[in-house]
């Protein structure tokens, strides 16, 4: 248990589909991110958020929306996605935005977009 | 803009032999954190070393930082079976900018 849960934990979709992943975090982190894993890639950032304000979006496709209700919880809304969007999709969390500190992750969320 | 690259992309070896892996970064950091991931699972922290440090240990893993080189490695002492897994290095910059991860070493340790 890392603090920091994802659910689903698999999904798989069509492309017309809406879906959604969730992550919650029960460490009074103020800061949550979203991160991208792919097959041969480094980890990509997507998304951070710092006192439920997005402070970053890594130039990501609006068929990928965040939203932060609040600094433990965090989404991922999916539409019209394609099937290159098929990845891990992992959540984190920590204290500040800064480098400075680690990283929690969640499990992720392996995604199937066929 | 930062970039990390480890090396090697991917290593084999015996249980018991010592594994080290090397990450090389682009511009100056504040610290830099290895990770190590499970297969499909998410990412674990295991230790950060900060950039007016040069060494830094934490039970069987010892990484070293060389700044005027701009490189980081992570040597794990004594491999299990149960270190099988990708690590990760991660560069952490200046100011208020988000950690920066390399594509990973994947390390096999075969019983």
């Known amino acids: 248990e890392t603090g920091v849960t994802q659910t689903p934990r698999h999904l798989v979709m069509g492309m017309t589909n809406k879906k959604s992943l969730k992550c919650e975090q029960h460490?009074?982190?103020?800061?949550m991110y979203w991160y991208k894993q792919s097959a041969k890639k480094p980890l990509e950032l997507m998304f951070v958020?710092?006192?439920?304000?997005?402070?970053e979006n890594n130039s990501v496709p609006s068929r990928f929306s965040p939203e932060c209700p609040n600094s433990s919880h965090l989404f991922l809304h999916l539409h019209t996605l394609q099937p290159e969007d098929s990845a891990l999709y992992l959540c984190?969390?920590?204290?500040?935005?800064?480098?400075?500190?680690?990283?929690?992750f969640g499990e992720g969320s392996r995604l199937t977009v066929l | 803009s930062q970039q990390g690259e480890e090396d090697p992309q991917a290593l084999s070896i015996q249980e018991g032999e010592n594994a080290t892996m090397n990450c090389s970064y682009k511009?100056?950091?504040?610290?830099l954190q290895w990770y190590r991931q499970n297969s499909g699972r998410g990412l674990v922290h295991l230790i950060l070393?900060?950039?007016?440090?040069r060494e830094k240990h934490s039970g069987r893993l010892r990484v070293t930082l060389d700044t005027s080189k701009k490189s980081s490695s992570l040597l794990i002492t004594a491999s299990r079976a149960a270190d099988t897994a990708s690590y990760f290095c991660?560069?952490?910059?200046?100011?208020?900018?988000?950690?920066?991860f390399g594509k990973g070493t994947r390390l096999s340790v075969i019983a």
């Open positions: 511009t100056s950091i504040n610290n």
């Open positions: 070393i900060r950039s007016n440090e």
């Open positions: 991660a560069m952490g910059g200046e100011g208020n900018t988000p950690l920066v």
């Open positions: 958020y710092n006192f439920k304000e997005q402070t």
């Open positions: 984190a969390s920590s204290l500040g935005t800064s480098g400075t500190g680690e990283l929690f």
């Open positions: 460490l009074g982190h103020n800061a």
